[in-house]
């Protein structure tokens, strides 16, 4: 199982990016996908989940600015980060979990700039 994710980078305050993460070896429509992150200094947190049925959970601290999305046909999720603040940076990981399950991607690197 691998969990490849992409398109972190350096952003300017204000900014956008959008999070890609390609699954192979699980067919993520039978799984709750999620992407957490770490910060400096900082325990790994939830930032967007996404379930089986289509219901999405997200922290608070991202509500209205992050949406996390799929593509079955892709087998990949996204997350797309609007209004990015500094507090956002830190290296974001996907992870894909069910019944005992979970499995996680190597993580991407976002810095937002102030």
């Known amino acids: 199982v691998q969990l490849q994710a992409s398109g972190g980078g350096l952003v300017q305050a204000g900014g956008s990016l959008r999070l890609s993460c390609a699954a192979s070896?699980?067919?993520?429509?039978?799984?709750?996908m999620a992407w957490y992150r770490q910060g400096p200094g900082q325990q790994r947190e939830l930032v967007a989940r996404?379930?089986?049925?289509?219901?999405?959970d997200y922290a608070e601290s991202v509500k209205d600015r992050f949406t996390i999305s799929r593509d079955y046909a892709k087998n990949t999720v996204y997350l797309q980060m609007n209004v990015l603040k500094a507090e956002d940076t830190a290296v974001y990981y996907c992870?894909?979990?069910?019944?005992?399950?979970?499995?996680w991607g190597q993580g991407t690197q976002v810095t937002v700039s102030s």
């Open positions: 992870n894909g979990a069910r019944a005992g399950l979970n499995y």
């Open positions: 070896g699980i067919r993520i429509s039978a799984y709750s």
């Open positions: 996404i379930f089986g049925g289509g219901s999405t």
